[in-house]
């Protein structure tokens, strides 16, 4: 204990981690003044003074629900990105350990528990979600300032990407199979490559049908959705807009294309879900039978579109307009250029520079260009030499 009286009254004097303080107490009594000294420098060690005292992090658990309730606000327009995280939070939840254990407290020893466990009952890729949902909630913990780090979370390696492609032969049977409106929301799927939430969230005052000005097709509009790039304008296929003239027929009384149970409500994606297992996995005999891949999901329809497009000639910032996609990286996966393709673009350039007036070099020109050019090269040799 260091005080000292200046005038009528004491003061103290201490070094704290370093640092030099200096106080007047304000009382003549020498030990009421050490008892304050002994006060201050208890606050000190507490965060009381010139620092703000940080309090204890909640638990995974009980932080889970400020969680949810900001994906909910946030997300209020993405009813599929809000149920997305609540089902990968709940499975995160399910591990005591992890959901018992104090937001600061969770470092990697307690991330590589969940991963091995989980890792023995679901696929590499539903684990990567899963540890991706607990990334975005700890760094929203960081942005709150509840916590002061946020440990790396490493994805798992091997996670395999949804390649599979439906065939022709096959989508006719599909298509044959399918109940309504699985059927429909299917042909719009294939000839326009939208989401399957997008499809589902469409209304009627999105779709155009007739041409507009020049153009060969009508159109749907795309209004929101997964990116910023998800706002597009996708034309619309014979095919499609038979489909949708029909459609709205029926649902004459209906904003949305897909109406729900009631008709001012859309059709949930889960229950398209379930209408194409029936379809690709139907239950023979009590066991789960498959018509097609195992990898085929509804999405599949998307990503056959996109592969037909690519197929078809169409290059890496076209299939990016029509699909949404957030960055071209994504669509060029689409692209696989085949010596017809290369062969179709130099016609296209030939033609261009046609139009242009940069007419072809004479046959007769070309074998003088090249005599000039071998003297040349000939003489530069001799001179070298």
Request: aromatic share 8%; hydrophobic share 40%; with cysteine.
């Amino acid at each position: 204990m260091s005080i000292f009286k200046r005038g009528n009254v004491y003061w103290f004097h201490f070094i704290f981690e370093g640092e030099h303080f200096q106080k007047s107490t304000k009382q003549g009594n020498p030990r009421v003044a050490r008892q304050m000294e002994a006060a201050y420098r208890t606050a000190l060690a507490k965060g009381e003074v010139g620092i703000i005292e940080r309090k204890i992090a909640p638990t995974l658990k009980a932080f889970a629900i400020d969680f949810t309730s900001s994906i909910e606000t946030r997300n209020a327009d993405k009813p599929e990105t809000i149920r997305f995280y609540k089902t990968k939070l709940e499975r995160l939840l399910a591990f005591e350990p992890l959901a018992s254990t104090r937001l600061d407290k969770i470092d990697l020893y307690e991330i590589e528990q969940y991963v091995q466990h989980r890792s023995k009952e679901v696929s590499v890729t539903t684990v990567n979600r899963e540890l991706a949902t607990l990334r975005r909630l700890l760094h929203i913990a960081a942005e709150w300032k509840v916590i002061q780090h946020v440990p790396r979370i490493k994805l798992l390696k091997g996670e395999k990407e949804r390649t599979f492609v439906l065939s022709y032969p096959d989508e006719k049977t599909y298509l044959g199979l399918a109940p309504q409106p699985l059927r429909d929301a299917a042909v719009l799927m294939l000839d326009t490559g939208l989401r399957i939430g997008e499809v589902v969230r469409l209304q009627w005052n999105d779709i155009f049908v007739q041409p507009v000005g020049n153009a060969a097709f009508g159109y749907l509009l795309v209004r929101n959705g997964k990116s910023k790039n998800a706002k597009r304008a996708v034309p619309l296929t014979a095919r499609v807009r038979t489909m949708l003239k029909e459609r709205q027929r029926r649902e004459l009384f209906s904003l949305w294309v897909f109406a729900g149970d009631t008709s001012d409500s859309h059709i949930l994606v889960t229950s398209l879900d379930h209408l194409h297992a029936k379809v690709a996995r139907p239950i023979v005999k009590g066991k789960r039978a498959h018509r097609f891949s195992k990898e085929f999901v509804l999405h599949s329809l998307r990503h056959t579109m996109l592969t037909r497009l690519g197929e078809a000639g169409a290059e890496a910032f076209t299939i990016m307009k029509i699909a949404g996609h957030s960055s071209v990286t994504v669509s060029q996966r689409y692209v696989h250029p085949t010596p017809e393709a290369v062969e179709r673009a130099f016609q296209r350039l030939e033609t261009l520079n046609a139009h242009a007036g940069l007419l072809p070099m004479p046959d007769r020109e070309i074998r003088q260009l090249s005599a000039t050019v071998s003297a040349t090269l000939n003489s530069e040799v001799a001179v070298s030499c």
